[in-house]
């Protein structure tokens, strides 16, 4: 299912696949194959919310991962937005999200601007889901002084534009680069990624 994931040249496709592995999503990736980067993210992002009261959106928050690591290091108000509703269903299992919301994170987000005190997004900037353009709505929806952390997989880095619209938005004043490392992603296939911190203008 994870190749058939990579590979898919539809939302459609994605979808489907996604239905197939929501129940198993976190023991085939994060038990068996090593997916760390949901961790090392949230460890990044926690170190920088200024306060246990900040709000915080998940976007891409999948089965939520990254929202367990969250709550686990005491943030309290965690939204999250993924295009798989079965994928949301399991992330509402896990009782850390305020609000879960089904959306498209290549379309405009019907959320308001500088909505959030922080954003996070890991393991959607990859091959067949979520384009490069959508960071500037992840941009958009974070408050001023807001830090954005999120990993791009380490092929699409490669083969997307990906630091064309990080440079873009700096250029434009909406943001800044604050670290972008490349770290492991999933450790059994010995992938990494690059985990990119921004602060919001």
Not at 60 to 70: A, D, E, M, R
Not at 114 to 128: I, K, L
Not at 135 to 154: K, Y
Not at 158 to 164: M, V
Request: hydrophobic content about 40%.
């Amino acid at each position: 299912i994870h190749d058939r994931v990579l590979g898919a040249s539809s939302l459609k496709d994605i979808e489907e696949a996604y239905r197939e592995w929501a129940d198993n999503y976190d023991q085939d990736l994060v038990k068996e194959s090593g997916y760390v980067a949901p961790r090392q993210c949230a460890a990044v992002l926690g170190e920088l919310l200024p306060d246990a009261n900040a709000v915080v959106l998940d976007a891409g928050c999948g089965t939520g991962l990254v929202g367990q690591y969250l709550a686990e290091a005491g943030v309290r108000a965690i939204d999250g937005i993924d295009y798989s509703r079965d994928m949301l269903d399991v992330a509402a299992t896990k009782g850390c999200y305020r609000e879960l919301m089904q959306a498209d994170l290549n379309g405009p987000l019907d959320i308001k601007s500088d909505r959030y005190d922080a954003t996070v997004c890991v393991g959607t900037f990859t091959s067949g889901h979520v384009k490069p353009e959508a960071l500037f709505e992840l941009i958009r929806v974070t408050g001023a002084q807001g830090p954005l952390c999120f990993t791009v997989r380490d092929s699409f880095w490669r083969e997307s534009q990906f630091t064309d619209v990080i440079d873009e938005a700096a250029r434009q004043g909406l943001a800044t680069v604050v670290s972008s490392t490349e770290v492991p992603y999933i450790e059994k296939e010995g992938s990494t990624c690059h985990q990119v911190v921004m602060l919001v203008a």
